[in-house]
C-alpha cells in the first residue's frame, strides 16, 4: 500500500482574533483579479514565445503563443485553489496572515498597493504580498495602523 503524503501545514495554520481584538476586515484574493493576471501571463508570455520563434526562423511561429497561452490557463486552473483559498485578517491590532502567523499594526511601515496586489513591509525588513488585491485592501490597512498610531 503507498504511504500517505502529508499535507504541507506551511500554509494551513489558522490563529485566531486575540480576546478583544475586534476584526476589522478579511481579505480574500479576488477571482476576477487573479485570472485578469494569468491573462495578462498568457499574452506576455505568448508574444515572448513567438518572438523567439520567429527569431529563430521557426516554420510554425504560431505555435509559441498557443502553447503559452494553454500552459499558463492550465497553471491558472491547477493553482487556483491554493491562491483563492487564502485568507488575511485584519484586526485593530493585527494583521493576520496565511499559515497561522501575525504582526502587530504597529511594526507595519509601509503598505503600497503593487501591480493588482498589495506590498506590506514591516519595521523587521520582512516583506508580505496579499496578492489579487484592489488598492482599497492598501487604504484599509492604512486606516487601521492610523488608529494604533
Same mark, same amino acid.
Not at 486575540?18 to 483579479?33: K, Q
Not at 511561429?61 to 498557443?66: E, L, N
Not at 492550465?74 to 487556483?80: F, K, L, P
Given at each position: 500500500m ?9 500554509? $494551513?495554520?489558522? *490563529?485566531?482574533?486575540e ?7 478579511? =481579505? ?14 498568457a499574452?506576455?508570455? $505568448? ?19 498557443? $502553447?503559452?497561452v494553454?500552459?499558463?490557463?492550465? @497553471? ?9 483559498? *487564502? @485568507? ?6 493585527? *494583521? ?6 501575525? =504582526?502587530?499594526?504597529?511594526d ?5 498597493? =503593487? ?12 516583506k ?6 484592489p488598492?482599497?485592501t492598501?487604504?484599509a490597512?492604512?486606516?487601521?495602523? $492610523?488608529?494604533?498610531?
Amino acid at each position: 500500500m503507498p504511504e500517505q503524503i502529508a499535507r504541507d501545514t506551511l500554509l $494551513g495554520g489558522t *490563529l485566531d482574533p486575540e480576546p478583544g481584538e475586534v476584526l476589522l476586515a478579511e =481579505f480574500r484574493a479576488d477571482r476576477a483579479a487573479y485570472w485578469r493576471g494569468h491573462l495578462v501571463m498568457a499574452a506576455l508570455g $505568448g508574444i515572448l514565445a513567438g518572438a523567439v520563434l520567429v527569431a529563430m526562423d521557426n516554420p510554425s511561429p504560431w505555435v509559441g503563443p498557443v $502553447g503559452a497561452v494553454l500552459a499558463l490557463l492550465v @497553471r491558472g486552473w491547477y493553482m487556483a485553489s491554493e491562491a483563492l483559498g *487564502l @485568507r488575511w485578517q485584519l484586526t485593530d491590532r493585527r *494583521l493576520i496572515i496565511p499559515g497561522g502567523r501575525a =504582526f502587530r499594526l504597529a511594526d507595519i511601515v509601509q503598505v503600497r498597493p =503593487f501591480l493588482g496586489d498589495v506590498q506590506v513591509v514591516t519595521r523587521q525588513g520582512d516583506k508580505h504580498l496579499i496578492k489579487y488585491q484592489p488598492a482599497a485592501t492598501a487604504a484599509a490597512i492604512d486606516r487601521a495602523r $492610523g488608529q494604533t498610531a
